[in-house]
């Protein structure tokens, strides 16, 4: 499962193929750091390339759930306004 979703990069290329790289709870401070990598695209991702970009996003609040599962980060993702267009793939 990913997002897809056009982002400009530092690279004149748009990402529009995200996925989670990276998840770390923080019990302490009850909230879910998010590591989302961008690629051009499925394919490139499929071939083990380099990621245009990465961003990490934050679920705390009421969102927050130790140990979520993948398919639910990537739905409360998609609340968050920067990632409001953003479509499953």
């Known amino acids: 499962m990913a997002l897809s979703v056009s982002i400009a990069t530092n690279f004149g290329i748009p990402a529009t193929y995200w996925n989670i790289g990276r998840v770390e709870d923080n019990f302490r401070e009850k909230s879910n750091n998010i590591t989302l990598f961008g690629y051009v695209n499925q394919a490139a991702r499929e071939s083990n390339s380099q990621p245009l970009a990465g961003t990490t996003t934050v679920i ?11 398919a639910q980060i990537y739905t409360i993702i998609k609340t968050k306004p920067e990632w409001a267009t953003a479509e499953d793939c």
């Open 60 to 70: 705390s609040g009421d969102d927050y759930t130790p140990e979520l599962a993948r």
